[in-house]
Antibody, heavy 121, light 107 residues
Framework: QITLKESGPTLVKPTQTLTLTCTFS??????????VGWIRQPPGKALEWLTL???????RYSPSLKSRLTITKDTSKNQVVLTMTNMDPVDTATYYC?????????????WGQGTLVTVSS | EIVMTQSPATLSVSPGERATLSCRAS??????LAWYQQKPGQAPRLLIY???TRATGIPASFSGSGSGTEFTLTISSLQSEDFAVYYC?????????FGGGTKVEIK
């Protein structure tokens, strides 16, 4: 059974750097075809894809946020870490990590519960 | 970036009726289109990928169709648990993009 869970601060100040950790089980990020992504959702708004990291270390980023995002993986800990710099109140959102589908398409078949991050001074 | 536009924004349907949701891409995405369902306070759930293939465990009451730029999600007979927000997502090109969502509410 695949599960993912996000963890990190619930409140960050403007200009600070956000670090979120996705801890997963039921699969390995060393297995060919596997990937984990991050998607966010501001309150009452739509989903926005942020980034994706593959088993082979390939990384993809949203162009609009690329300069602020870094995704890394720790396969020994079964974790994926998202770093977002220079946080702003508009970055207030629920942040989800998700497993790339086993059909090897860039869709997300299993999601974490999400973590709400509020950006406020 | 491919813009995904969903319509209508809100769809009011009576239980047992059919619901038809639309998703339009600003350029062709082939069949690289997925649908998700999201209930309040929950993470999205994958319903459909490849425009028409149901994900594991998704009932046959959900069906997807379309290709290129025009896609449809049909829920054949709405049950109480189907009232939710539905999102489409293209995965044809980077960046991955989602539509703005359609809320299916009880009429």
């Amino acid at each position: 059974q695949i599960t993912l869970k996000e963890s990190g601060p619930t409140l960050v100040k403007p200009t600070q750097t956000l670090t979120l950790t996705c801890t997963f089980s039921g699969f390995s990020l060393t297995t060919s075809g596997v990937a984990v992504g991050w998607i966010r959702q501001p309150p009452g708004k739509a989903l926005e894809w942020l980034t994706l990291i593959y088993w082979d270390d390939d990384e993809r980023y949203s162009p609009s946020l690329k300069s602020r995002l870094t995704i890394t993986k720790d396969t020994s800990k079964n974790q994926v870490v998202l770093t977002m710099t220079n946080m702003d109140p508009v970055d207030t959102a629920t942040y989800y990590c998700a497993h790339r589908g086993t059909m090897r398409l860039n869709v997300f078949d299993i999601w974490g519960q999400g973590t709400l991050v509020t950006v406020s001074s | 970036e491919i813009v995904m536009t969903q319509s209508p924004a809100t769809l009011s349907v009576s239980p047992g009726e059919r619901a038809t949701l639309s998703c339009r891409a600003s350029q062709s995405v082939g069949s690289n289109l997925a649908w998700y369902q999201q209930k309040p306070g929950q993470a999205p759930r994958l319903l459909i990928y490849g425009a028409s293939t149901r994900a594991t465990g998704i009932p046959a009451s959900f069906s997807g169709s379309g290709s290129g730029t025009e896609f449809t999600l049909t829920i054949s007979s709405l049950q109480s648990e189907d009232f939710a927000v539905y999102y489409c997502q293209q995965y044809s090109v980077w960046p991955l993009t989602f539509g703005g969502g359609t809320k299916v509410e009880i009429k």
